[in-house]
Protein backbone atom coordinates (compact mmCIF):
# COMPACT_ATOMS: atom_id res chain seq x y z
CA UNK A 1 0.00 0.00 0.00
CA UNK A 2 1.33 3.56 -0.78
CA UNK A 3 0.50 5.39 2.33
CA UNK A 4 3.70 5.67 4.83
CA UNK A 5 1.52 6.54 7.56
CA UNK A 6 -2.17 4.89 7.92
CA UNK A 7 -4.86 6.27 8.89
CA UNK A 8 -8.07 4.50 9.86
CA UNK A 9 -11.10 5.19 11.43
CA UNK A 10 -14.17 3.11 12.73
CA UNK A 11 -17.60 5.73 12.25
CA UNK A 12 -20.18 3.81 14.08
CA UNK A 13 -23.55 5.95 14.38
CA UNK A 14 -25.17 5.72 17.30
CA UNK A 15 -28.74 4.45 15.77
CA UNK A 16 -28.68 1.45 18.26
CA UNK A 17 -26.25 -1.08 19.80
CA UNK A 18 -22.95 -2.26 18.43
CA UNK A 19 -23.76 -5.43 16.64
CA UNK A 20 -21.21 -8.03 16.10
CA UNK A 21 -21.12 -6.98 12.23
CA UNK A 22 -19.93 -3.63 13.37
CA UNK A 23 -17.95 -5.06 15.65
CA UNK A 24 -15.78 -7.22 12.87
CA UNK A 25 -15.31 -3.74 11.22
CA UNK A 26 -13.57 -2.10 14.39
CA UNK A 27 -11.84 -4.99 14.90
CA UNK A 28 -9.90 -5.14 11.03
CA UNK A 29 -9.73 -1.50 11.53
CA UNK A 30 -7.67 -1.92 14.40
CA UNK A 31 -5.46 -5.18 13.26
CA UNK A 32 -4.49 -2.86 9.94
CA UNK A 33 -3.81 -0.14 12.23
CA UNK A 34 -1.86 -2.09 14.67
CA UNK A 35 0.41 -3.81 12.16
CA UNK A 36 1.06 -1.01 10.36
CA UNK A 37 1.76 1.55 13.49
CA UNK A 38 -0.56 3.57 11.79
CA UNK A 39 -3.57 5.83 13.50
CA UNK A 40 -6.82 4.58 14.73
CA UNK A 41 -9.78 7.13 14.78
CA UNK A 42 -13.29 6.20 16.42
CA UNK A 43 -15.44 8.99 15.65
CA UNK A 44 -19.58 9.13 16.29
CA UNK A 45 -21.44 9.99 13.43
CA UNK A 46 -24.80 11.69 14.74
CA UNK A 47 -25.92 13.96 12.37
CA UNK A 48 -29.18 11.94 12.47
CA UNK A 49 -30.66 13.12 14.99
CA UNK A 50 -34.03 11.73 14.33
CA UNK A 51 -32.36 7.94 14.75
CA UNK A 52 -30.07 8.86 17.84
CA UNK A 53 -30.49 6.22 20.47
CA UNK A 54 -30.09 6.95 24.00
CA UNK A 55 -26.72 4.63 24.98
CA UNK A 56 -25.49 3.86 21.84
CA UNK A 57 -22.59 5.59 22.20
CA UNK A 58 -21.37 4.05 25.63
CA UNK A 59 -22.40 0.60 24.39
CA UNK A 60 -19.71 0.85 21.31
CA UNK A 61 -16.83 2.35 23.91
CA UNK A 62 -17.73 -0.68 26.08
CA UNK A 63 -17.70 -2.57 23.17
CA UNK A 64 -14.54 -1.49 22.01
CA UNK A 65 -12.84 -1.69 25.22
CA UNK A 66 -13.96 -4.99 25.65
CA UNK A 67 -12.36 -6.81 22.42
CA UNK A 68 -8.96 -4.58 23.85
CA UNK A 69 -9.38 -1.96 20.48
CA UNK A 70 -7.13 0.50 21.14
CA UNK A 71 -7.49 3.97 19.75
CA UNK A 72 -5.22 6.61 18.96
CA UNK A 73 -7.84 8.88 18.42
CA UNK A 74 -11.14 9.29 19.39
CA UNK A 75 -14.45 10.37 20.94
CA UNK A 76 -13.72 8.62 24.68
CA UNK A 77 -9.89 9.73 24.14
CA UNK A 78 -10.01 12.76 22.83
CA UNK A 79 -6.55 13.82 20.01
CA UNK A 80 -5.98 16.67 17.53
CA UNK A 81 -9.22 16.59 16.01
CA UNK A 82 -11.69 16.80 18.56
CA UNK A 83 -14.17 17.08 18.45
CA UNK A 84 -15.19 13.55 17.08
CA UNK A 85 -18.81 13.65 17.70
CA UNK A 86 -19.64 14.85 14.49
CA UNK A 87 -22.97 16.71 15.84
CA UNK A 88 -19.98 18.62 17.48
CA UNK A 89 -18.71 19.82 14.48
CA UNK A 90 -21.26 20.98 12.66
CA UNK A 91 -19.38 24.51 11.12
CA UNK A 92 -17.06 22.58 9.07
CA UNK A 93 -19.74 21.22 7.44
CA UNK A 94 -21.20 24.44 6.91
CA UNK A 95 -18.42 25.90 5.33
CA UNK A 96 -17.98 22.85 2.90
CA UNK A 97 -21.54 23.12 1.98
CA UNK A 98 -21.12 26.92 1.32
CA UNK A 99 -18.10 26.17 -0.80
CA UNK A 100 -19.67 23.76 -2.48
CA UNK A 101 -22.59 25.95 -3.34
CA UNK A 102 -20.24 29.00 -4.15
CA UNK A 103 -18.38 27.01 -6.76
CA UNK A 104 -21.13 25.11 -8.53
CA UNK A 105 -21.04 22.03 -7.07
CA UNK A 106 -24.55 22.56 -4.59
CA UNK A 107 -27.47 24.30 -5.09
CA UNK A 108 -30.30 25.03 -2.49
CA UNK A 109 -33.30 23.33 -2.85
CA UNK A 110 -37.06 24.26 -1.75
CA UNK A 111 -39.16 21.80 -2.59
CA UNK A 112 -41.93 20.76 0.15
CA UNK A 113 -42.72 16.55 0.82
CA UNK A 114 -45.31 17.03 -1.51
CA UNK A 115 -43.69 18.52 -4.76
CA UNK A 116 -41.24 15.91 -4.20
CA UNK A 117 -44.16 12.93 -3.89
CA UNK A 118 -45.59 14.31 -7.12
CA UNK A 119 -42.23 14.72 -8.97
CA UNK A 120 -41.93 10.86 -8.29
CA UNK A 121 -45.58 10.36 -9.57
CA UNK A 122 -44.96 12.09 -12.54
CA UNK A 123 -41.44 10.02 -13.44
CA UNK A 124 -43.16 6.77 -12.34
CA UNK A 125 -46.29 7.70 -15.06
CA UNK A 126 -43.50 8.39 -17.52
CA UNK A 127 -41.92 5.30 -17.09
CA UNK A 128 -38.35 6.81 -16.26
CA UNK A 129 -35.86 4.57 -14.42
CA UNK A 130 -34.12 6.33 -12.10
CA UNK A 131 -37.24 8.23 -9.88
CA UNK A 132 -35.23 10.30 -8.21
CA UNK A 133 -33.49 14.39 -7.45
CA UNK A 134 -31.03 14.24 -10.14
CA UNK A 135 -29.68 16.17 -13.58
CA UNK A 136 -32.50 15.31 -15.56
CA UNK A 137 -35.46 16.11 -13.09
CA UNK A 138 -33.95 18.86 -10.94
CA UNK A 139 -34.54 21.74 -13.89
CA UNK A 140 -38.22 20.91 -13.02
CA UNK A 141 -37.89 21.63 -9.67
CA UNK A 142 -38.31 24.66 -6.89
CA UNK A 143 -34.70 24.96 -6.80
CA UNK A 144 -31.55 27.96 -7.30
CA UNK A 145 -30.72 26.37 -10.46
CA UNK A 146 -34.42 26.94 -11.41
CA UNK A 147 -35.99 29.95 -9.55
CA UNK A 148 -34.67 33.92 -10.14
CA UNK A 149 -31.92 34.82 -8.39
CA UNK A 150 -33.84 37.26 -6.32
CA UNK A 151 -36.43 34.58 -4.95
CA UNK A 152 -33.36 32.50 -3.95
CA UNK A 153 -32.44 35.72 -2.22
CA UNK A 154 -35.37 36.37 -0.57
CA UNK A 155 -36.32 32.91 0.65
CA UNK A 156 -33.09 32.70 2.10
CA UNK A 157 -33.63 35.71 3.78
CA UNK A 158 -37.00 35.00 4.66
CA UNK A 159 -35.75 31.67 6.81
CA UNK A 160 -38.09 29.44 4.14
CA UNK A 161 -36.99 25.86 4.74
CA UNK A 162 -34.65 24.56 2.31
CA UNK A 163 -31.76 21.87 2.07
CA UNK A 164 -28.32 21.93 0.00
CA UNK A 165 -28.10 19.42 -2.93
CA UNK A 166 -25.29 18.50 -4.53
CA UNK A 167 -25.14 18.91 -8.27
CA UNK A 168 -24.16 15.56 -9.63
CA UNK A 169 -22.31 16.04 -12.65
CA UNK A 170 -24.04 14.80 -16.00
CA UNK A 171 -21.34 12.61 -17.63
CA UNK A 172 -18.61 11.72 -15.40
CA UNK A 173 -16.42 8.56 -15.29
CA UNK A 174 -15.88 7.15 -11.59
CA UNK A 175 -13.35 4.38 -11.01
CA UNK A 176 -11.95 3.61 -7.68
CA UNK A 177 -10.28 0.35 -6.70
CA UNK A 178 -12.00 -1.69 -3.68
CA UNK A 179 -9.51 -3.48 -1.98
CA UNK A 180 -12.11 -6.21 -1.56
CA UNK A 181 -13.45 -6.09 -4.67
CA UNK A 182 -11.13 -5.22 -6.81
CA UNK A 183 -11.20 -2.84 -9.85
CA UNK A 184 -15.10 -0.59 -9.38
CA UNK A 185 -16.64 1.56 -12.39
CA UNK A 186 -19.46 3.36 -12.06
CA UNK A 187 -21.13 6.23 -14.07
CA UNK A 188 -22.44 9.28 -12.33
CA UNK A 189 -25.73 9.68 -14.44
CA UNK A 190 -26.86 6.79 -11.95
CA UNK A 191 -26.22 9.03 -8.79
CA UNK A 192 -28.74 11.76 -7.84
CA UNK A 193 -28.40 15.06 -5.88
CA UNK A 194 -28.25 14.03 -2.52
CA UNK A 195 -28.99 16.15 -0.41
CA UNK A 196 -25.43 17.42 1.89
CA UNK A 197 -27.77 19.84 4.27
CA UNK A 198 -30.60 18.93 5.38
CA UNK A 199 -33.70 21.44 6.90
CA UNK A 200 -32.41 21.35 10.28
CA UNK A 201 -29.54 22.93 9.44
CA UNK A 202 -26.98 19.67 10.00
CA UNK A 203 -25.25 17.67 7.39
CA UNK A 204 -26.11 14.45 6.03
CA UNK A 205 -23.77 11.16 6.11
CA UNK A 206 -22.56 11.54 3.13
CA UNK A 207 -20.71 15.02 3.49
CA UNK A 208 -19.91 14.70 6.73
CA UNK A 209 -18.05 11.65 6.23
CA UNK A 210 -16.44 12.70 3.04
CA UNK A 211 -15.63 15.89 5.26
CA UNK A 212 -14.05 14.33 8.10
CA UNK A 213 -11.76 11.55 6.45
CA UNK A 214 -10.54 14.31 4.64
CA UNK A 215 -9.43 16.36 7.44
CA UNK A 216 -8.65 13.58 9.84
CA UNK A 217 -6.44 12.43 6.95
CA UNK A 218 -8.04 9.33 7.03
CA UNK A 219 -6.11 6.96 4.63
CA UNK A 220 -8.37 3.56 4.61
CA UNK A 221 -11.74 3.67 4.69
CA UNK A 222 -12.91 -0.26 5.83
CA UNK A 223 -16.68 -0.55 6.02
CA UNK A 224 -19.78 -2.60 5.11
CA UNK A 225 -20.78 -3.85 2.18
CA UNK A 226 -24.04 -1.42 2.42
CA UNK A 227 -21.51 1.46 1.90
CA UNK A 228 -20.35 0.31 -1.31
CA UNK A 229 -23.45 1.94 -3.21
CA UNK A 230 -22.69 5.56 -1.86
CA UNK A 231 -19.15 5.47 -2.46
CA UNK A 232 -19.77 6.85 -6.19
CA UNK A 233 -20.79 10.10 -4.93
CA UNK A 234 -18.38 10.31 -2.29
CA UNK A 235 -15.55 9.92 -4.86
CA UNK A 236 -17.52 12.94 -6.61
CA UNK A 237 -17.63 14.90 -3.28
CA UNK A 238 -14.05 14.42 -3.17
CA UNK A 239 -13.50 15.58 -6.79
CA UNK A 240 -15.69 18.58 -6.51
CA UNK A 241 -14.14 19.50 -2.94
CA UNK A 242 -10.26 19.60 -4.72
CA UNK A 243 -9.31 16.49 -2.33
CA UNK A 244 -9.22 13.47 -5.17
CA UNK A 245 -5.52 13.17 -5.30
CA UNK A 246 -5.71 12.62 -1.11
CA UNK A 247 -8.85 10.61 -1.61
CA UNK A 248 -8.82 7.16 0.58
CA UNK A 249 -8.28 3.81 -0.44
CA UNK A 250 -11.77 1.73 -0.02
CA UNK A 251 -12.56 -1.17 1.10
CA UNK A 252 -15.97 -2.78 1.76
CA UNK A 253 -16.27 -5.66 3.54
CA UNK A 254 -19.14 -8.54 2.60
CA UNK A 255 -21.96 -8.83 4.73
CA UNK A 256 -22.24 -11.43 8.07
CA UNK A 257 -24.63 -14.03 7.43
CA UNK A 258 -26.96 -16.60 8.58
CA UNK A 259 -25.81 -20.30 8.82
CA UNK A 260 -28.97 -20.54 5.59
CA UNK A 261 -26.91 -17.02 4.19
CA UNK A 262 -29.47 -14.55 4.45
CA UNK A 263 -28.67 -11.17 6.04
CA UNK A 264 -27.79 -11.55 9.89
CA UNK A 265 -30.73 -9.15 10.55
CA UNK A 266 -31.45 -8.97 14.59
CA UNK A 267 -34.59 -11.05 13.46
CA UNK A 268 -32.74 -13.74 11.67
CA UNK A 269 -30.05 -13.97 14.13
CA UNK A 270 -32.49 -14.34 16.27
CA UNK A 271 -33.91 -17.36 14.78
CA UNK A 272 -31.06 -19.14 14.94
CA UNK A 273 -30.05 -18.41 18.26
CA UNK A 274 -27.48 -16.39 17.49
CA UNK A 275 -26.65 -13.40 19.70
CA UNK A 276 -25.88 -10.10 17.81
CA UNK A 277 -24.79 -8.01 20.20
CA UNK A 278 -21.93 -8.10 22.78
CA UNK A 279 -23.46 -6.62 25.47
CA UNK A 280 -27.27 -7.44 26.92
CA UNK A 281 -29.51 -4.62 25.10
CA UNK A 282 -32.74 -3.76 26.37
CA UNK A 283 -35.24 -1.98 23.56
CA UNK A 284 -36.73 0.56 25.18
CA UNK A 285 -39.15 0.95 22.55
CA UNK A 286 -40.47 -2.12 22.26
CA UNK A 287 -39.42 -3.35 25.28
CA UNK A 288 -37.46 -6.46 23.72
CA UNK A 289 -34.13 -7.33 25.79
CA UNK A 290 -31.33 -8.98 23.40
CA UNK A 291 -28.39 -11.18 25.20
CA UNK A 292 -25.08 -10.34 24.72
CA UNK A 293 -22.03 -12.29 23.90
CA UNK A 294 -20.33 -11.22 27.21
CA UNK A 295 -23.11 -12.04 29.44
CA UNK A 296 -23.64 -15.39 28.05
CA UNK A 297 -20.17 -15.74 29.10
CA UNK A 298 -18.00 -15.71 26.10
CA UNK A 299 -14.56 -14.23 26.36
CA UNK A 300 -13.44 -11.62 24.50
CA UNK A 301 -10.64 -13.22 22.93
CA UNK A 302 -12.56 -16.07 21.41
CA UNK A 303 -15.11 -13.70 19.82
CA UNK A 304 -12.43 -11.44 18.42
CA UNK A 305 -10.88 -14.84 16.79
CA UNK A 306 -13.59 -16.23 15.86
CA UNK A 307 -15.09 -12.51 13.75
CA UNK A 308 -12.13 -12.14 12.28
CA UNK A 309 -12.13 -14.97 10.72
CA UNK A 310 -15.77 -14.24 9.52
CA UNK A 311 -14.72 -12.78 6.10
CA UNK A 312 -11.19 -13.48 6.13
CA UNK A 313 -8.60 -16.12 5.90
CA UNK A 314 -4.75 -16.13 6.83
CA UNK A 315 -4.30 -18.71 4.00
CA UNK A 316 -2.87 -20.80 6.46
CA UNK A 317 -4.60 -24.09 8.51
CA UNK A 318 -4.54 -22.39 11.48
CA UNK A 319 -7.58 -20.66 13.14
CA UNK A 320 -6.81 -20.60 16.14
CA UNK A 321 -4.57 -17.50 16.79
CA UNK A 322 -3.58 -15.24 19.02
CA UNK A 323 -4.28 -11.31 18.83
CA UNK A 324 -0.33 -10.87 17.83
CA UNK A 325 -0.93 -13.09 15.22
CA UNK A 326 -4.02 -11.29 13.82
CA UNK A 327 -2.24 -8.46 13.72
CA UNK A 328 1.02 -9.50 12.02
CA UNK A 329 -1.51 -11.59 9.24
CA UNK A 330 -4.60 -9.83 8.62
CA UNK A 331 -4.71 -7.82 5.05
CA UNK A 332 -7.52 -6.72 3.25
CA UNK A 333 -6.73 -8.78 0.09
CA UNK A 334 -7.48 -12.01 2.09
CA UNK A 335 -10.79 -10.62 2.24
CA UNK A 336 -13.73 -12.57 1.01
CA UNK A 337 -16.22 -11.15 -1.49
CA UNK A 338 -18.85 -13.39 -0.52
CA UNK A 339 -20.57 -13.43 2.56
CA UNK A 340 -19.68 -15.15 5.78
CA UNK A 341 -21.94 -17.28 7.26
CA UNK A 342 -22.20 -17.74 11.36
CA UNK A 343 -21.47 -20.49 12.76
CA UNK A 344 -22.18 -20.86 16.44
CA UNK A 345 -20.77 -24.58 16.91
CA UNK A 346 -17.01 -23.11 15.94
CA UNK A 347 -17.70 -19.82 17.79
CA UNK A 348 -18.38 -22.42 20.65
CA UNK A 349 -15.46 -24.51 20.05
CA UNK A 350 -12.98 -21.42 20.18
CA UNK A 351 -14.46 -20.39 23.39
CA UNK A 352 -14.04 -24.03 24.80
CA UNK A 353 -10.25 -23.27 23.73
CA UNK A 354 -9.96 -19.97 25.12
CA UNK A 355 -11.61 -20.63 28.24
CA UNK A 356 -9.10 -23.61 29.37
CA UNK A 357 -5.96 -21.35 28.23
CA UNK A 358 -7.25 -18.85 31.18
CA UNK A 359 -5.25 -20.00 34.20
CA UNK A 360 -6.76 -21.61 37.38
CA UNK A 361 -7.21 -18.46 39.65
CA UNK A 362 -8.32 -16.55 36.84
CA UNK A 363 -11.22 -19.59 35.69
CA UNK A 364 -12.13 -19.33 39.36
CA UNK A 365 -12.44 -15.74 39.16
CA UNK A 366 -14.51 -16.01 36.14
CA UNK A 367 -16.56 -18.85 37.49
CA UNK A 368 -17.37 -16.69 41.44
CA UNK A 369 -20.00 -14.71 40.47
CA UNK A 370 -22.03 -17.19 38.17
CA UNK A 371 -21.91 -19.33 41.50
CA UNK A 372 -22.81 -16.67 43.97
CA UNK A 373 -25.90 -16.30 41.43
CA UNK A 374 -26.89 -19.70 42.45
CA UNK A 375 -26.83 -18.37 46.25
CA UNK A 376 -23.57 -20.78 46.59
CA UNK A 377 -21.06 -20.57 49.33
CA UNK A 378 -17.76 -21.10 48.30
CA UNK A 379 -15.52 -22.28 51.43
CA UNK A 380 -12.25 -20.98 50.25
CA UNK A 381 -10.38 -19.41 47.36
CA UNK A 382 -8.15 -22.74 47.67
CA UNK A 383 -11.13 -24.99 47.76
CA UNK A 384 -12.25 -23.05 44.41
CA UNK A 385 -9.46 -23.21 42.75
CA UNK A 386 -9.53 -27.31 43.59
CA UNK A 387 -13.09 -27.50 41.56
CA UNK A 388 -11.96 -25.68 38.80
CA UNK A 389 -8.68 -27.98 38.33
CA UNK A 390 -11.36 -31.13 38.50
CA UNK A 391 -13.81 -29.10 35.97
CA UNK A 392 -11.90 -27.37 33.59
CA UNK A 393 -11.90 -30.09 30.72
CA UNK A 394 -15.47 -30.39 30.63
CA UNK A 395 -16.11 -26.71 30.98
CA UNK A 396 -17.15 -24.49 27.95
CA UNK A 397 -18.58 -21.39 29.83
CA UNK A 398 -17.18 -19.65 33.34
CA UNK A 399 -20.83 -20.53 34.10
CA UNK A 400 -20.56 -24.35 33.74
CA UNK A 401 -18.98 -24.47 36.99
CA UNK A 402 -22.07 -23.32 38.66
CA UNK A 403 -24.23 -25.28 36.23
CA UNK A 404 -22.71 -28.81 36.19
CA UNK A 405 -20.51 -28.99 39.20
CA UNK A 406 -22.56 -27.14 42.12
CA UNK A 407 -22.38 -30.63 43.69
CA UNK A 408 -19.16 -29.82 44.66
CA UNK A 409 -20.52 -27.24 46.73
CA UNK A 410 -23.09 -28.39 47.81
CA UNK A 411 -25.58 -31.53 48.54
CA UNK A 412 -27.62 -31.63 45.62
CA UNK A 413 -31.52 -31.82 45.88
CA UNK A 414 -32.43 -32.87 42.34
CA UNK A 415 -30.91 -35.08 39.58
CA UNK A 416 -31.22 -34.91 35.86
CA UNK A 417 -34.43 -37.11 35.64
CA UNK A 418 -33.55 -37.57 31.43
CA UNK A 419 -30.39 -39.79 32.53
CA UNK A 420 -32.36 -41.67 35.23
CA UNK A 421 -34.25 -43.13 32.36
CA UNK A 422 -31.86 -44.34 30.54
CA UNK A 423 -30.57 -47.17 32.95
CA UNK A 424 -32.21 -50.67 33.13
CA UNK A 425 -33.07 -52.19 36.24
CA UNK A 426 -30.03 -54.50 36.40
CA UNK A 427 -28.00 -51.09 36.46
CA UNK A 428 -30.21 -50.20 39.72
CA UNK A 429 -30.18 -53.14 41.14
CA UNK A 430 -25.87 -53.35 40.87
CA UNK A 431 -25.97 -49.40 42.18
CA UNK A 432 -27.75 -50.68 45.38
CA UNK A 433 -25.30 -53.16 46.12
CA UNK A 434 -22.06 -51.32 45.42
CA UNK A 435 -24.32 -48.63 47.99
CA UNK A 436 -24.27 -51.63 50.47
CA UNK A 437 -21.01 -52.74 50.02
CA UNK A 438 -19.50 -48.46 50.57
CA UNK A 439 -21.72 -48.97 54.16
CA UNK A 440 -19.20 -51.32 55.61
CA UNK A 441 -15.68 -49.79 53.66
CA UNK A 442 -13.64 -48.75 56.45
CA UNK A 443 -11.13 -45.95 54.97
CA UNK A 444 -12.72 -43.94 52.73
CA UNK A 445 -9.62 -42.02 50.86
CA UNK A 446 -9.86 -41.63 47.14
CA UNK A 447 -7.36 -44.36 46.24
CA UNK A 448 -9.15 -46.83 48.59
CA UNK A 449 -12.34 -45.92 47.16
CA UNK A 450 -11.24 -46.08 43.85
CA UNK A 451 -9.91 -49.75 44.05
CA UNK A 452 -13.27 -51.00 45.66
CA UNK A 453 -14.92 -49.73 43.16
CA UNK A 454 -12.72 -51.24 40.61
CA UNK A 455 -12.57 -54.71 42.76
CA UNK A 456 -16.77 -54.54 42.37
CA UNK A 457 -16.99 -53.85 38.65
CA UNK A 458 -14.28 -57.02 37.82
CA UNK A 459 -16.37 -58.73 40.09
CA UNK A 460 -19.68 -58.32 38.95
CA UNK A 461 -17.64 -58.75 35.66
CA UNK A 462 -19.54 -55.35 34.22
CA UNK A 463 -18.69 -52.58 31.77
CA UNK A 464 -17.19 -49.80 34.07
CA UNK A 465 -19.48 -47.18 32.71
CA UNK A 466 -22.62 -49.13 33.83
CA UNK A 467 -22.10 -48.85 37.23
CA UNK A 468 -20.20 -45.40 37.00
CA UNK A 469 -23.22 -43.48 35.16
CA UNK A 470 -25.61 -44.05 38.23
CA UNK A 471 -23.19 -44.01 40.62
CA UNK A 472 -22.38 -39.96 39.54
CA UNK A 473 -25.73 -39.53 38.79
CA UNK A 474 -26.62 -40.75 42.47
CA UNK A 475 -23.90 -38.32 43.95
CA UNK A 476 -24.08 -35.61 42.24
CA UNK A 477 -27.54 -35.08 40.57
CA UNK A 478 -25.59 -34.27 36.85
CA UNK A 479 -25.11 -36.96 33.89
N1 LIG B 1 -21.74 6.02 10.04
C1 LIG B 1 -21.64 4.91 9.13
C2 LIG B 1 -22.18 3.66 9.84
O1 LIG B 1 -22.88 3.81 10.77
C3 LIG B 1 -20.22 4.73 8.74
C4 LIG B 1 -19.98 4.25 7.37
C5 LIG B 1 -18.55 4.55 7.02
O2 LIG B 1 -17.68 3.96 7.70
O3 LIG B 1 -18.30 5.37 6.16
O4 LIG B 1 -21.93 2.54 9.48
Redesign the pocket.
Known sequence: MAHSHMVL?????P?GPQHIG?LR?ALYCYLLAKQNHGELILRI?DTDQARFVEGAEEFIIRAINWLGLEFTQGVHIGGPHSPYRQSERSDLYQNYAQFLVDHGHAYYAFDTPEELEQMREELTKAKVEHRTYNYVSRMAMKNSLTLPKAEVKERLASGAPYVVRFKVPKKEDIRFVDHVRGPMHFHSSAVDDKVLIKGDGLPT?HLA?VVD?HYMQVTH????E??LS?TPLHVLLYRALGWEESMPEFAHLALLLSPEGRKLSKREADKFGIPIFPFNWWDRESGQTWEGYSDLGYLPEAVMNYIALLGWNSGQEQELMTREELIKEFSLERCHKAGARFDMKKLDSFQQHYLRQRSDADLAALSKPFLEAEGITIPSQEYLETTVVLMRERMTFASDLARSGAYLFRRPTEYEAKARKKWKASAVALLIEFKDRLGTHANWETASLKAAFEAFVIEKNTGFGKVMAPLRLALTGVA
Open positions: RYAPSTGTEYNDVIRGEWS
